[in-house]
C-alpha cells in the first residue's frame, strides 16, 4: 500500500508537473507556421536532459549513511591538499556521479534496441548526455567532444507536422503517430549527432512508465525507489 502512494505522489508532484513544462517548452512553434517558426533548439533539448537527470535520482543505490561517510572523507581529503593544487580540483559531495545515474536509467528504462545502438564507437545514451553540460551551462551550439579519437559536434533537428509550411506539432501528435516518428530520433550527418527532442521525450515518457511498472513489480527496484522517495521528500514535497 505504502509503495502505491508514494508513486502516486511521484507522479503528481513530480512527474507530471515536470513533463508538463517541458511539453509547454518543446510546443513553442504549435500553431503558427512560415520559414520563422522555430523550435528553441538547445533549450528544448537540454529540458528533456534535464528531465531524465532529475527521474534518475530515483534510482540511487547509495546509503544515508553511505552519503554521510563519504562526504566526510572528502571533505577532509580535499582539506589535506596544498592550495596551490586546490585551484586544479573540485571537491565531491556525493559517491553519486549524476552523469552515470542518467546513463544507467537509460541503459534500463530506454528503449534498449534504439539506445543501446553505437555510432561513432559509442552507444546512443553516451552521445545524447556528452552535450547535456555544454547545453545547459554555456549554449555551446558548436560544441565538440572526442569519441575515439573523432571529433563530433552536436545539433538539435526539430520535428514539424508540416515541414515545409514549418507548421508545430504537438506532443499527443508525436504519440500518436509515434511507431512512424520514432525514426526520426536522431541522425548522422558527416562528424555531427543531430537529435530531435521532441522524440526523445517521448522516449523518455515510456521510460518512467517503465520505471513506475518495475518500481511496482521488482522488490530490488521498489526497495531503492522508496529509499529515494523518502530522501528527496523535503525537496519534492512528498508525503515521506
Not at 502516486?8 to 508538463?20: G, I, M, Q, S, Y
Not at 534510482?59 to 580535499?78: G, L, S
Not at 504537438?170 to 526520426?184: C, N, P, S
Not at 558527416?190 to 537529435?195: A, E, N, T
Amino acid at each position: 500500500m505504502y509503495v502505491q502512494k508514494a508513486i502516486t505522489d511521484f507522479r503528481e508532484k513530480l512527474v507530471n508537473p515536470l513533463f508538463a513544462d517541458i511539453t509547454r517548452t518543446l510546443e513553442v512553434t504549435c500553431h503558427k507556421a512560415g520559414d520563422e517558426n522555430h523550435g528553441s533548439n538547445f533549450v528544448g533539448n537540454a529540458a528533456v536532459l534535464s528531465g531524465i537527470e532529475t527521474l534518475a535520482q530515483f534510482i540511487d543505490q547509495h546509503t544515508e549513511e553511505e552519503r554521510r561517510v563519504f562526504t566526510e572523507q572528502a571533505k577532509k581529503h580535499y582539506k589535506s591538499i596544498d592550495d596551490e593544487k586546490k585551484k586544479y580540483v573540485t571537491p565531491r559531495y556525493n559517491p553519486s556521479e549524476g552523469s552515470e545515474l542518467v546513463k544507467t536509467f537509460m541503459k534500463k528504462y530506454f528503449c534498449t534496441s534504439v539506445f543501446q545502438k553505437k555510432e561513432f564507437g559509442v552507444p546512443l545514451y553516451d552521445l545524447i548526455w556528452a552535450f547535456r553540460n555544454p547545453q545547459v551551462h554555456a549554449f555551446y551550439p558548436y560544441y565538440q567532444r572526442t569519441f575515439n579519437t573523432k571529433k563530433v559536434s552536436g545539433a538539435v533537428d526539430w520535428l514539424y507536422l508540416d515541414p515545409g509550411r514549418r507548421i508545430g506539432i504537438t506532443i499527443r501528435g508525436v504519440e500518436e503517430d509515434f511507431d512512424a516518428r520514432k525514426q526520426q530520433l536522431y541522425r548522422v550527418e558527416g562528424d555531427c549527432f543531430r537529435i530531435c527532442p521532441q522524440i526523445l521525450f517521448v522516449f523518455f515518457k515510456q521510460a518512467v512508465d517503465k520505471f513506475i511498472a518495475a518500481v511496482r513489480d521488482v522488490a530490488a527496484v521498489k526497495e531503492t525507489f522508496c529509499k529515494n522517495y523518502k530522501r528527496l521528500a523535503e525537496s519534492y514535497d512528498f508525503e515521506a
